[in-house]
């Protein structure tokens, strides 16, 4: 395993430390905090971002918890394979995911699932329920009712993987897009808030060459989710999962009906819509920790 020098010195376990670790071949980078000897927290990011989403976030779980923050490949530190030789799907994140929780010897954990998280853990839920102790979702979507608008020029590209519909959400990959992804739907009041390092970060990123295509394979994957929400839905009322539902209820991508819609299969999910877009952490983040925190304090044990 490869580690970063970064906080390896100190002895203070809340601290986050910078790992990468090969998986099947590919190097998968992720950021670690906590005692191992505390319940596990896995947080699953989502587009166009990383872990580093996670960043101000890590530091308050972890003098409680243990929190583990993944890279997809294709994403933040982790390694970009050529497109014409890995599948970038989500059963492959999923899978990969799986693959670093047990080399890591982590048998039961929380999922904090965003955006492109929540196909991965709710995969993760749906192959090993007993594993997975309680789920976070913020706007991170299991049901029809959550996509709206925004979706309609992707599922066109899903209809028929065209070159022109593909071309015609390209630019989503623009730093345009990306800096949208963050504010829009934010309150004015709340604007200054986001920093820009967040969303320039994350562009940086997608501007490495071949990323482009890559996010655009991805999104032609993403219809590979919506036929297994009957089967996530069903395993939320086999098994009944303590949900907590934290959403900004003004984002376009994955809309706050999303989040209203866990109630059905699961009537004791908590709900909290906050005035706020899609990247909640940016302008929300102490409140979500605060709400986390008591959330699993009752829910998962130590």
Do not use: C
Not at 26 to 37: H, L, Q, T
């Amino acid at each position: 395993m490869k580690n970063a020098p970064a906080d390896q010195s100190s002895t203070n376990a809340s601290l986050t430390q910078y790992h990468t670790t090969s998986i099947d071949g590919v190097d998968i980078f992720y950021r670690e905090a906590g005692s191992k000897n505390k319940p596990t927290i896995l947080l699953l990011h989502g587009f166009p971002t990383s872990s580093h989403m996670y960043r101000n976030l890590i530091p308050q779980l972890a003098e409680q918890y243990h929190v583990i923050a993944p890279d997809y490949p294709g994403f933040g530190h982790s390694g970009m394979p050529d497109r014409t030789e890995f599948a970038y799907s989500f059963d492959k994140f999923a899978e990969l995911t799986d693959k670093l929780l047990n080399q890591l010897s982590i048998k039961s954990y929380a999922i904090y699932v965003f955006d492109y998280g929540a196909p991965v853990g709710f995969r993760l839920f749906y192959k090993n329920p007993e594993r997975i102790t309680a789920i976070i979702s913020q706007n991170g979507n299991a049901y029809d009712e959550g996509i709206a608008g925004f979706w309609d020029p992707i599922k066109a590209y899903w209809q028929t993987h065209g070159e022109a519909e593909r071309e015609a959400i390209r630019w989503l990959t623009s730093i345009t897009a990306t800096r949208w992804q963050y504010h829009n739907g934010v309150p004015e009041n709340a604007a200054s808030r986001i920093s820009p390092d967040g969303w320039q970060y994350d562009q940086s990123l997608m501007d490495r060459t071949g990323n482009a295509d890559i996010q655009l394979d991805i999104f032609y994957d993403y219809r590979t989710n919506l036929p297994l929400y009957d089967k996530w839905q069903e395993a939320f009322r086999k098994h009944r999962p303590a949900l907590l539902a934290i959403w900004g209820k003004n984002d376009e991508i994955f809309v706050a009906p999303g989040a209203e819609a866990f109630k059905r299969d699961l009537p004791d999910a908590e709900i909290h819509l906050l005035d706020t877009g899609h990247f909640a952490l940016e302008t929300h983040g102490d409140e979500i920790a605060a709400l986390m925190l008591d959330f699993l304090g009752r829910k998962v044990k130590s």
